[in-house]
């Protein structure tokens, strides 16, 4: 049987990332794709260099011709510009909305079966407009944001608590932006609901609401060290989760930037939910209950992503 093929939209620095984590962990053969010249097509043969020493099979192709991700059974979007400190996510809207208009227009024409997984940002505003342009199946398109989210308050919780992460589970809802919302409720130290942990002494109510913070501003403190650009280890970790558990149909219950229509209360828009991922693509959204203090942080996250749709719609008449 034929190796799956996954395209990478942008081979940027996630991009890159991304390339070398599918090769390491034999999840396909990869397809680099990008305006730049030359860059896809040098990550590409440096990463294919790698293969003897770390013992993996897999090709690698770096291209700027859309035709050669012909088939992809996934494609993972980054094409687009980084912020530079200073600059929020919602910065980036009107440069990254025309790429996804031509991003959307060659994943529609040649691998319109793909999974479809989008890292640029603002993430739930592009993946609605990726959606968009690319007339692919809700289900078949998401945005990773809530495993990267996750993944930081996870790793903060760990420092705090002096426990493997692994033994952390997180929860965070809502937009990837300064609006996102940690569930404490629903994160646990081996099974235990952080507030729990708050009574046992564990922590303080002090203590759990800075590091909340600092998962919030997660993206900024990365930006604020780096300088000259955004994360991209952790985030391309966390699309290669989520592209694994569609692969593999792992039926992975991992939040992600997904088309919510009915549940969470929530008609028709793309938002960071829980969601199961399976070869489906996204398989369900979990209906969720929230208390009112929950219900007003994830409103008001809902929100400032429906004023950003909006202000795409502005920008793009054929979105509106
Ligand atoms: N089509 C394809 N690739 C493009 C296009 C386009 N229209 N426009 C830009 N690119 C490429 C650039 O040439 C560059 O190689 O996208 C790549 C982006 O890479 P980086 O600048 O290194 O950015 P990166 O850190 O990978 O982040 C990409 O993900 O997390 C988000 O906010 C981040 O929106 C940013 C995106």
């Known amino acids: 049987m034929a190796r799956p093929k996954i395209a990478l939209i942008g081979a940027g620095q996630i991009g890159g990332t991304l390339a ?4 390491i962990k034999e999840l396909g053969d990869v397809v680099l794709f ?3 010249e030359g860059t896809p097509q040098g990550k590409a ?13 897999a090709t690698l192709k770096g291209t700027n011709d859309y035709a050669d991700i012909a088939g992809a059974d996934v494609c993972i979007v980054t094409a687009g510009v980084p912020r530079k400190p200073g600059m929020s996510r919602d910065d980036l809207l009107g440069i990254n909305l025309k790429v996804m208009k031509s991003v959307g227009e060659g994943i529609a024409k040649h691998a319109p079966n793909a999974f479809v997984i989008c890292i640029t940002n603002p993430l739930d505003a592009m993946v609605w407009a990726l959606r968009e342009f690319s007339g692919l199946p809700h289900e078949k398109v998401c945005g990773m944001a809530g495993v990267l989210d996750s993944a930081r308050f996870r790793h903060f919780l760990s420092l705090e ?10 929860f965070v809802l809502g937009g990837h932006g300064d609006t996102m919302v940690p569930l404490a409720r629903y994160s646990t130290v081996g099974g235990i609901p952080l507030p729990d942990l708050v009574q046992m002494g564990w922590t303080t109510q002090e203590k759990l609401d800075a590091i909340i913070q600092r998962t919030r501003d997660g993206g900024a403190e990365i930006v604020g060290l780096l300088k000259t650009g955004s994360a991209f280890y952790a985030p391309a970790t966390s699309a290669i989760e989520m592209a694994e558990a569609y692969l593999k149909d792992q ?3 991992l939040p992600c930037a997904a088309y919510v229509d009915g549940a969470l209360g929530l008609n028709g828009m793309y938002v960071g939910v829980p969601t199961v991922i399976g070869a489906g693509g996204v398989e369900r959204v979990i209906d ?4 009112r203090d929950e219900q007003a942080m994830f409103d008001k996250s809902v929100d400032a992503v429906k004023g950003l749709v909006d202000a795409c719609k502005g920008i793009d008449q054929s979105l509106a």
Not at 45 to 57: H, K, M, Q
Not at 161 to 170: I, K, L, N
Not at 288 to 291: D, E, G, L, P, V
């Open 20 to 23: 070398h984590l599918a090769a």
């Open 34 to 36: 990008d305006i730049a």
């Open 45 to 57: 043969l440096d990463i294919a260099e790698s293969g003897p020493a770390e013992g993996f099979d």
């Open 161 to 170: 608590f002096d426990v493997s992460m692994r033994d952390v589970t997180a």
């Open 251 to 253: 039926k992975r219950v």
């Open 288 to 291: 969720i209950k929230m208390n």
